[in-house]
């Protein structure tokens, strides 16, 4: 794990403004900056970023958070990848805890791994552009394929020669370890003899979604029948073919933002698209389309887009696909190409627009691309045709919504010219094979129950909006020094309560501390109790309040809410409403009397609380007259609340 002291010099030194800008194109205005949302299309900036309070806010998505929370969102990365990724940026040195001597070798092989193979990607790389071998041969394959020189090194790749030994001898030359180069599989060792693996290939390099080399495909330029024409690296520590898909490190944000990935069979399939424009394409890279691929596109959209060969092989590995894909719960659509076409040349000599069209139009839903391939092979055959039916149903039985079922079934109705009960009788048949504990599919009624409309209204937790106020209040104004006039509670001459006004001047962190201690009141979300304390150990040791306070501390929707917070006011200034003369109401004219409000309005709940405590309380334990004296003393306390609230009761 890394180190607590080594992720404080990450948030000490990092700066928002300057991480977010490697990645959003931002502009000065006031005191903030405010680009265009990278998390949604948009012409006007909404996306705010605030150097002073280290914060950013996207307010057309909703999110925001630090400089670690945009790294999350935007790259996709893991706390840890993102904490790395700073102190890389930073020159921060990482240190990590104290771990058992097998973790420290699982961890410092695997380190060694991405080493090794960082290295080999820039060896591979430099051979192809600064090699004569590498220019004359693998350089020219790719620029004979229409491949750019951007699209080559957006894809990092490269060549090793055609030698037997060309890598290996210089890895070891430049000190890496035979056992890491073996172990990697960049070099074969067979008994005192080692070579090259990808010896007379082009390389292409396999990096995982946070940009680090995990292995390499490598493609033979030779004719031979008895070379393989393509190579992958076999599985390492880090590098496992069934969870990682080709492009993904390219891809992922436009995924995100397309909200939509389309999956192809081959390397250069990918390029070719995202050379085109077409840059939410992944790959699985010549093996079986597992779960665990679809589970990291799933990280980033429900949608996929199969677009596979417009052969035999590539419409059966669609098919193959459409299970795996259903049964994570994704919506997939098939586009077939025409015959003999793969994506690569199907692209080739197509524009952007051209590509998008077709895709859009050619798109179909799984089970009409199904049914129009199935019925072409079953015509005039009984037999066939059922099996067609059965094999439409299985795909079906795949998916877990029951409306989606529902809505397919009557398709598959329509299509086949079959009926519904035998279909939903077929279902059911399958799911109790796929599960024999699961309940087997019905068929709903015919007739819907019709159900009255209560017109109920959702309800709000009043005592967490409450808690929730305080502390927005405390992070805002906090510091602030104000006029309170508090109430002090007295029995007047004729022995009743009465609250009499005395004003004092405080800071507000001490008004709310003080108020919530002498009425005994204890937060009840213990985010929120959590956030208070260090809230006001913080106030009282005269620091500023920042959501870097509270990272690890609490949870990540509880840290985007302190986000909202303080980013709340800067909504106003990406419209420049004061330009055309509209100027918001400024809040902190009016701040004690928002914190009074607020602490009487606790207090009336906590009263309401209090009083049901007491009509809830059995007879028979205590006496009847002293629950009634208290539920009377409680309600006139309420009823002198709710009149310095100006609230009838």
């Not at 520590?237 to 993904?248: E, H, Q, R």
């Not at 665990?292 to 696909?321: C, E, K, P, Y």
Request: glycine content about 4%.
């Amino acid at each position: 794990m890394i180190s607590k002291s080594t992720i404080d010099k990450v948030f000490e030194s990092s700066r928002v403004e300057e991480v977010i800008g490697d990645f959003v194109q931002l502009k000065k205005s006031g005191s903030n900056f405010k680009g265009l949302s990278p998390f949604s299309e948009e012409r006007t900036p909404s996306f705010m970023v605030s150097p002073v309070k280290q914060i950013w806010k996207d307010f057309s998505s909703g999110k925001g958070g630090t400089a670690i929370t945009f790294l999350m969102e935007h790259e996709h990365f893991t706390y840890p990848e993102a904490i790395k990724y700073l102190a890389n940026k930073y020159n921060i040195e990482i240190e990590e805890t104290e771990q058992s001597d097998e973790q420290k070798i699982e961890s410092d092989e695997k380190e060694s791994l991405f080493l090794v193979s960082e290295y080999a990607n820039k060896f591979f790389q430099n051979t192809l552009k600064e090699t004569d071998e590498g220019k004359s041969i693998g350089l020219s394959y790719f620029k004979e394929r229409g491949f750019s020189e951007k699209i080559i090194n957006t894809f990092q790749l490269g060549y090793c020669k055609d030698e037997w030994t060309s890598f290996t001898d210089q890895a070891i030359k430049d000190s890496y370890k035979i056992e890491f180069l073996e172990k990697s599989g960049l070099t074969i060792v067979k008994e005192d003899k080692k070579f090259d693996r990808f010896k007379g290939r082009v390389i292409f390099p396999i990096l995982s979604m946070s940009g680090r080399v995990l292995g390499f495909g490598g493609r033979t330029l030779k004719s031979s029948k008895s070379t393989a024409k393509y190579l992958n690296s076999p599985e390492s520590k880090i590098y496992y073919k069934s969870k990682i898909l080709y492009g993904l490190y390219h891809a992922k944000q436009e995924i995100a933002k397309q909200d939509n990935c389309f999956l192809v069979e081959g390397y250069t399939d990918v390029m070719r698209m995202y050379e085109k424009g077409i840059h939410n394409v992944v790959s699985s890279s010549g093996t079986a389309l597992s779960s665990d691929q679809i589970r990291l596109i799933n990280r980033l959209t429900n949608n996929i887009t199969v677009v596979f060969d417009g052969d035999s092989a590539g419409i059966n590995a669609a098919f193959r696909g459409i299970d795996i894909i259903l049964e994570q719960g994704m919506n997939v659509k098939i586009c077939n190409l025409p015959e003999g076409e793969d994506p690569d040349s199907f692209a080739k000599d197509k524009n952007f627009d051209e590509l998008s069209s077709y895709f859009s139009e050619n798109s179909k839903d799984f089970i009409t691309y199904k049914a129009s391939l199935l019925i072409e092979g079953s015509k005039n055959d009984p037999i066939k045709k059922a099996e067609t039916i059965r094999d439409m149903v299985t795909s079906i039985s795949k998916i877990s919504d029951q409306i989606k079922k529902e809505i397919y079934i009557k398709e598959c109705s329509s299509i086949m010219d079959i009926s519904e009960d035998v279909l939903y009788s077929t279902l059911a048949q399958i799911s109790k094979q796929i599960n024999s504990s699961q309940k087997p599919y019905s068929k709903p009624n015919d007739s819907f129950t019709v159900v009255k409309n209560t017109n109920k209204k959702k309800s709000v937790n009043v005592l967490y909006e409450l808690e929730k106020k305080i502390i927005e209040i405390l992070i805002l104004y906090g510091d602030k020094t104000e006029n309170f006039e508090d109430l002090l509670l007295k029995e007047n001459e004729a022995g009743e309560l009465v609250l009499e006004p005395v004003v004092k001047t405080t800071k507000v962190f001490e008004k709310i501390y003080m108020d919530l201690q002498e009425d005994e009141m204890e937060f009840s979300n213990d985010d929120f109790k959590n956030i208070y304390y260090i809230i006001i150990e913080n106030l009282n040791k005269g620091s500023n309040i920042t959501v870097d306070m509270f990272s690890n501390k609490v949870p990540v929707n509880i840290e985007l809410e302190i986000t909202n917070i303080l980013m709340g006011e800067e909504k106003y200034s990406l419209h420049d409403w004061q330009r055309n003369n509209i100027f918001p109401k400024d809040k902190s004219k009016s701040i004690a009397q928002l914190v009074n409000d607020t602490i009487l309005n606790l207090r009336c709940f906590l009263i309401d609380q209090k009083v049901n405590e007491f009509k809830n309380k059995t007879i028979d334990s205590i006496d009847n007259k002293s629950i009634l004296d208290e539920v009377l003393n409680y309600s006139n306390l309420k009823m002198l609340l709710s009149r310095k609230l100006k609230r009838v009761i």
